[in-house]
């Protein structure tokens, strides 16, 4: 016999009162637009040609297959199977492992912080492209200093001869109109009131995008999911065809393989897989929590997986054209052209359309894309946040108007918590929490925790009895071998391997951090890590028994969840014809 408080016949009414996805497409289309980002355009790229070319793409499949999809497919299956946010999902899975849930959502606020900074600079940047000519191209401008050189009017001799002495107008355009740059983290400045004002017109965006739920994100990802890839498509193709592109292409593919014995490289390949994936900070479960409980979450995990990692791969040979056009204009080495984060998007990039016929238009259309690559991981990141605290008190938080309020003010509180990256000495104060508070050890930490706590608590086996009765479908076996053995153990060495060769915080190579910056930045790690251990040994604390009683207890999956939701619907259809 079933209990009636197994049975929780309440659950239909509790869903339709938390939304659902108007379409399978809108699911599909926020979690492209999820995973598919800057990280992709930029970031990727850039790896390939630091890391052995080709060669990297050899640890960026290991982790792929270890770690990158089996955690997909996990997260995946954690919302849809719970239809709850990344924190109270934990109280039905392993109650003692809920810390993982606090740690994302500690993450995502950070995020949410770094993020829209990049957005206000991209529309700052699609303001000055509408001036007759480009101001990055031209070293006749008030902020430019007398070692301004535009090496593309000069001949390729001479070009060689003077770029190593001298800075490019779109270095100055970004370090000295954009940033006003100061000259460390202690001279933090005024704050920049031209981005400052493109900060609140992305606020505003993404407010409007998601105000309404899932309802609102549901339409929006139509246009801000796919542009996107219109536009990546029309500079693949015209990057293709510019003079030089080859040697480009050349650049981005041709392996390198001694440098496959280097860590750093398989620890960069394993970073960017859970970055570029959103694993580990909840994102993938609350956007999966508004699916139906029947929805074939495997099939859909493996087709976003593929997609996203095409994407990474086709934008290299974007990329790699445009700037192998640009070495070849400009008579310099690609590696003198090709930098790593903000440097690719706002140095190399403005220096590539200016190049171009119609370079006003080609500044526009890049910008636009950059802009709603990041959007939509912006508006998703708060669209996870607020679900998670709506979930957590829903008596209070699902009453009509609270939601528009509560977005208002995580809004508010994220602008005011940004002002202090859009001074002068701003960048700096970005780097370090995009190097140490979003990225890296603490979502590999936050990883080995979720693998270990399903892989081991909750069981694959129970995973993989779940996902039949939910989906029909039959999983690949493997999946359990990884997640009980092979993604723990790899998502563990990963970040022994990071933290063993741990590289200190620089900026542009040159500027080191005072020793009170990379305390700063460690605490901001360690504000996510901690509260994991934290909430186990408060739930310890706090649950009556002897420890044995204890650890048996919030580790088992919560009894009153003990019926799969397609199980749950059988039931009720029972319970409704025999009364």
Not at 179 to 205: H, Q
Request: hydrophobic letters at 45%; charged letters at 15%.
């Amino acid at each position: 016999m079933v209990s009636k408080k197994c049975l929780r016949l309440d659950k239909d009414t509790k869903l339709e009162e938390r939304g659902h996805w108007g379409s399978k497409v809108e699911f599909l289309l926020a979690v492209a637009g999820n995973v598919v980002g800057l990280g992709n355009v930029w970031r990727f790229p850039y790896l390939c040609y630091k890391n052995g070319g080709g060669a990297f793409l050899v640890p960026y499949l290991v982790f792929l297959m270890t770690s990158g999809v089996p955690l997909f497919l996990l997260e995946s299956f954690m919302g849809q199977y719970t239809q709850e946010g990344c924190i109270t999902c934990w109280k039905k899975l392993c109650p003692l492992a809920e810390g993982i849930g606090y740690g994302g959502q500690v993450i995502l606020f950070y995020g949410c912080m770094t993020y829209v900074i990049i957005e206000a600079w991209c529309l700052l940047y699609i303001t000055f492209s509408f001036s007759p000519t480009l101001p990055w191209t031209t070293c006749n401008n008030e902020w430019n200093t007398d070692k301004c050189f535009d090496a593309s009017m000069q001949n390729e001799s001479s070009a060689r001869t003077n770029w190593t002495n001298t800075t490019s107008p779109s270095i100055e355009f970004w370090e000295r109109r954009v940033l006003a740059i100061s000259g460390g983290i202690e001279e933090l400045g005024s704050i920049r009131w031209e981005v400052m004002l493109c900060l609140i017109v992305v606020w505003v965006i993404c407010y409007f995008c998601i105000w309404k739920g899932v309802k609102s994100t549901g339409k929006a990802v139509y246009f801000t999911a796919t542009f996107p890839y219109v536009m990546l498509f029309a500079i693949l193709v015209r990057g293709l065809s510019l003079p030089g592109s080859r040697e480009g292409v050349v650049f981005y593919l041709l392996p390198d393989p001694s440098r496959l014995s280097d860590p750093q490289v398989w620890m960069e390949a394993g970073t960017q897989i859970l970055y570029s994936y959103s694993l580990g900070v909840g994102s993938l479960i609350v956007l999966s929590s508004y699916n139906s409980p029947s929805n074939n979450c495997y099939y859909d995990s493996l087709w976003l997986c593929f997609l996203n990692g095409c994407t990474s791969f086709v934008a290299g040979f974007a990329v790699f054209s445009v700037l192998g056009f640009m070495a070849h204009e400009q008579g310099v080495p690609i590696a003198d052209v090709a930098e790593s984060g903000p440097g690719l998007a706002f140095i190399a990039y403005p220096k590539a359309v200016a190049l171009m016929p119609l370079p006003q238009l080609w500044a526009i259309c890049f910008f636009v894309m950059f802009i709603l690559l990041g959007v939509d991981t912006q508006f998703v990141a708060m669209e996870v946040v607020i679900t998670t605290i709506i979930d957590l008190f829903p008596n209070e938080m699902r009453k009509a108007g609270r939601r528009e309020r509560l977005l208002l003010c995580f809004c508010i509180l994220c602008f005011f918590c940004q002002l202090i990256m859009i001074t002068e000495g701003g960048m700096y104060v970005f780097q370090l929490f995009d190097y140490y508070a979003t990225y890296g050890a603490c979502i590999l930490f936050l990883v080995v925790f979720e693998s270990l706590a399903l892989g081991w608590s909750f069981g694959p086996d129970r995973v993989y009895e779940i996902m039949y009765d939910m989906t029909g479908v039959r999983m690949n076996p493997i999946f359990k071998i990884c997640w009980r053995y092979v993604t723990p153990l790899v998502s563990l060495v990963s970040l022994v391997c990071s933290l063993v060769w741990y590289k200190p915080l620089t900026y542009n190579r040159t500027y080191v951090y005072p020793d009170w910056a990379y305390m700063l930045g460690w605490g901001l790690s360690l504000s996510s890590m901690l509260l994991v251990p934290g909430w186990a040994l408060y739930k310890l604390v706090t649950t009556p028994g002897t420890l044995r009683q204890r650890l048996h207890l919030l580790c088992q999956p919560d009894p009153a969840y003990c019926l799969t939701p397609m199980k749950e619907v059988e039931l009720q259809q029972i319970s409704v014809k025999d009364h």
